[in-house]
């Protein structure tokens, strides 16, 4: 692995504790539902490639049983090449995540699994079985409505929330990503290469708290740079302290 370390000097932009996942919910009958994978990545860093590539080829073939998202960092820009799609506050979440498992520098490419457990991002064999196991684990179901207009789009997110997570603080997330997105690389690591990235996420909010079943509803602006035909919306349910992730939907964006 060759990913560039960054030490964690910055107070995480999400409320992250120090303690692990909420153990056993009182032994609730579960079924399989989609687990969102994280994958924090840059286009500055030569071994990040294959793990973009893993996280296409786990929302191409998972028939919706995972919500790929793909957060490009920015300390990769200082090394010749500006990520177009980096963001500080990608890094901030990864430095959340850090600080809830315990670790003091970041790299790349990670892969984050419901927000419970990290592993490198390109070791299928790793993401595949924690991907696995967090869809064994109870989460809420999350039906997902989009009507887009012009500058923006309304989502409507329905979530049913089972009785052992209840009583809990959840965050409702909605994330806007883009798909199909290839970038001719000029320098840096990557110089010379034409990357693929898929999953990219555009931006990301909280739309609400949600502690049982109900409704929540936001707008979230569409840049008119976006290509819309290939533009979808992920929802999923946080826990703002251990960070764990419990229930996910996305959806493309239907036709203006």
């Known amino acids: 692995m060759r990913g560039r370390a960054l030490l ?3 107070a995480a932009a999400l ?20 687990v969102v994978v994280e994958l924090f990545t840059a286009q500055g860093c030569s071994s990040c490639p294959p793990a973009d590539r893993l996280l296409a080829q786990l929302g191409a073939a998972s ?3 995972v919500v790929p998202l793909e957060f490009h960092v920015d300390f990769w820009n200082q090394g010749g090449w500006t990520d177009p799609f980096s963001s500080a ?22 892969a984050i699994v419901d927000g419970a457990s990290e592993m490198i991002g390109s070791r299928e064999a790793e993401v595949r079985a924690a991907v696995a196991a967090a869809s064994a684990k109870p989460a809420a179901a999350i039906a997902l409505t989009l009507e887009p207009s012009a ?31 290839v970038t001719p ?52 349910l946080q826990d703002p302290a251990t960070l764990e992730i419990r229930g996910a939907a996305a959806s493309a964006l239907p036709a203006h």
């Open 185 to 236: 690389v000029a320098r840096g690591e990557n110089g010379g290469k034409t990357l693929e990235n898929e999953y990219v996420v555009r931006s990301l909010r909280r739309a609400g708290g949600v502690d049982a079943s109900g409704a929540v509803e936001a707008r979230l602006p569409l840049d008119k740079g976006w290509n819309r035909a290939r533009v979808g919306v992920a929802a999923f």
């Open 15 to 34: 409320a992250a504790g120090g303690s692990g996942a909420r153990g056993d919910e009182g032994g609730a009958a579960s079924t399989a539902h989609p």
């Open 89 to 110: 506050e990608w890094t901030r979440r990864q430095e959340a995540y850090a600080k809830r498992f315990g670790a003091t520098q970041l790299y790349t490419p990670q």
């Open 8 to 10: 964690i000097a910055a």
């Open 63 to 65: 028939g919706g049983r």
């Open 151 to 181: 500058k923006d789009v309304r989502v409507g997110a329905k979530v049913d929330l089972p009785e052992p997570l209840r009583g809990r603080k959840w965050h409702l997330m909605l994330a806007v990503y883009e798909t199909g997105l």
